[in-house]
C-alpha cells in the first residue's frame, strides 16, 4: 500500500474510467475483468474474490452471501453506484467489511436524464422519430404526434433525496406544480425549493407526471403496484429512474394496457438487462431505456474516481468518504 509497504490486492469486476483505474494501480495490486460490456461471470467471480482484500464493483454484479463468504480476506468492497441494493450489506457489517458507494456525483445527471425521459415520453419523441424511418410522416396534421404539456403541469415527486430535489429544481424552470412525498417530511426543503407535502395517495390522485426517486430495499419494494395505478389519473405519466423493484411490472402493464394510466418512461426494470420479449416493450406508450441515469462521461469518470479514493482509504486503514450506513 501506501508508504513503501506492500500493495493490496483488488478486483475489479469491469473496465473503468481511466483515471479511476490509474488512481487504483498507483497504490493496489489489480486484478481486472477486462471487459466493457459484459459482466464478470460467476464462477469467475467467486474465484477472484477468494485472494482479494478489495472488491471494486458494478451496480450489475450480486454481491451476495455467497460472494462474501467466498473472500476471507476481503476488507472493503467499493461500488460505482449510488444505489447498494446489489450487496448483502448485514452479510457485510458482519464480517467488518466496509462498504463504499458514490453518492453526490450523480445527482444533476440522472436528474437530467429523468426530466429528458418525461419530456420524451410526454411528447412522443421516440415513436415520432421511428415514424419519419417507418414512412409515417406522410403530411402535417392537427393531432399528429400531439403529446401532453409539460410546462405547468403538475410533477408528484416520490423521494426527495439528492436527485428528487434535483428534479424539483428543473421542474420550477417549467412552470411545474412540484409536489412531493417521503417518508420524512423536508420542511427546510419545502420553504427553499417551493415545493409541497401531499401524503402519496392524494400526489397520485393529483398529479399529471409521477417520478420515482427512492432507494431500493424493503420499505420501497413494489411501491406503486395495482393499488397505487388505480389512484393515478388516465392521462398521468409515471417515470421511474430508481430501480425497477420499486414498480410492480405486471400491474404496470395491466395500467398501460387498460388506459388506467396514460404512459410510462422506464430507465430501470426488476430483471436488467431487461429480456426483449419483455412485454412492456411492446406498448408504444412506453419509453424504455437501459438504465442510463447518470451515464455522462464527466458523471462515470468522477463515480469510477469516487469508488476508487475510497477504496485505497480503507485498504490504507483510514476513514472512507463515503461509508454505506451498517458497516
Ligand atoms: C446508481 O448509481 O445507483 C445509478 O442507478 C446508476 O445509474
Redesign the pocket.
Known amino acids: 500500500m501506501t508508504g513503501g509497504t506492500e500493495k493490496k490486492s483488488i478486483y475489479i469486476t469491469r473496465k473503468i474510467p481511466q483515471s479511476g483505474l490509474s488512481y487504483l494501480e498507483d497504490y493496489c495490486d489489480c486484478r481486472l475483468w477486462d471487459a466493457e460490456a459484459e459482466p464478470v461471470p460467476r464462477e469467475v467471480l467467486l474465484k477472484e474474490v477468494a485472494s482479494v482484500k478489495g472488491l471494486y464493483c458494478m451496480?450489475s454484479d450480486r454481491i451476495d452471501a455467497e460472494v462474501i463468504d467466498a473472500a476471507p480476506h476481503l476488507e472493503v468492497i467499493s461500488t460505482m453506484?449510488?444505489?447498494y441494493d446489489h450487496i448483502d450489506i448485514a452479510a457485510a457489517a458482519r464480517r467488518g467489511i466496509t462498504v463504499t458507494n458514490?453518492p453526490g456525483v450523480?445527482t444533476e445527471t440522472?436528474a437530467d436524464l429523468a426530466f429528458a425521459l418525461m419530456m420524451a415520453v410526454s411528447r412522443r419523441l421516440i415513436e415520432a422519430n421511428r415514424a419519419i424511418y417507418q414512412g409515417g410522416w406522410k403530411t402535417w396534421a392537427p393531432l399528429f404526434m400531439a403529446g401532453r404539456d409539460i410546462f405547468g403541469a403538475s410533477l408528484g415527486i416520490i423521494g426527495l433525496g439528492r436527485i428528487g430535489q434535483a428534479m424539483a429544481r428543473r421542474a420550477r424552470g417549467f412552470n411545474m406544480k412540484v409536489c412531493y412525498y417521503s417518508r420524512t417530511r423536508r420542511e427546510e426543503v419545502e420553504a427553499a425549493e417551493g415545493i409541497v407535502y401531499l401524503p402519496l395517495d392524494e400526489l397520485l390522485q393529483y398529479c399529471d407526471f409521477i417520478s420515482l426517486h427512492v432507494p431500493a430495499n424493503e420499505g420501497t419494494f413494489q411501491l406503486i403496484g395495482i393499488r397505487e395505478l388505480n389512484l393515478m389519473k388516465p392521462t398521468a405519466v409515471l417515470i421511474n429512474t430508481a430501480?425497477g423493484s420499486v414498480v410492480d411490472e405486471e400491474a404496470l402493464f395491466a395500467a398501460l394496457i387498460s388506459g388506467q394510466i396514460h404512459a410510462a418512461g422506464l430507465d430501470?426494470f426488476a430483471e436488467e438487462p431487461i429480456s426483449l420479449d419483455h412485454p412492456l416493450l411492446a406498448l408504444p406508450n412506453v419509453v424504455a431505456l437501459p438504465?442510463?441515469?447518470?451515464?455522462s462521461v464527466e458523471t462515470r469518470t468522477k463515480?469510477a474516481r469516487i469508488a476508487a479514493g475510497d477504496m485505497v482509504e480503507v485498504l490504507a486503514g483510514r476513514p472512507p468518504r463515503f461509508p454505506v450506513p451498517g458497516t
Open positions: 451496480l453506484a449510488v444505489g458514490t450523480l440522472t430501480r430501470v438504465h442510463i441515469g447518470s451515464a463515480m
